[in-house]
């Protein structure tokens, strides 16, 4: 089990999480986002860990604030984040607005594999 500090007055809650692919790995911000079905990560991301999005045979339709977007879906070969791996996770690329703080979202296809506990007035995430 692992157990995540968070701000309780901040907007977002967000891990570091390390996705891996054939080239490297690269550590990035994401947020937990039980809103989101799919983990997403920006497209310069997956090309830099070895992923071209371009050459994805799925897309899916993806409904943001601002707009329907239809994003490539990629195996990304190795997920870490809070001592847990992941293999061969199915990740969106989709580029989060130029102004946000963090580089993706990571979403239900990767939190329903656990069990988590949101303790609010103590500011932490308990995850199993």
């Not at 580029?95 to 939190?111: E, F, W, Y």
């Not at 988590?116 to 995850?127: A, K, V």
Request: with cysteine; charged share 15%.
């Amino acid at each position: 089990m692992a157990t995540i500090p968070f701000k309780t007055n901040d907007a977002v809650i967000v891990v570091n999480v390390l996705v891996r692919g054939s080239k490297n790995g690269k550590l990035i911000k994401m947020v937990v986002d039980t809103g989101a079905s799919i983990t997403s990560i920006p497209s310069d991301i997956a090309l830099a860990i070895g992923i071209d999005p371009s050459k994805s045979t799925k897309r899916i339709e993806i409904i943001t604030a601002s707009a329907t977007e239809y994003v490539p879906v990629v195996i990304v070969p190795c997920v870490q984040f809070l001592g847990f791996t992941l293999k061969n996770v199915e990740i969106a690329c989709l580029n989060l607005p130029p102004r946000s703080t963090v580089s993706g979202l990571l979403g239900l296809n990767i939190l329903k594999k656990f069990n988590l506990s949101f303790n609010f007035r103590q500011g932490l995430i308990e995850i199993e």
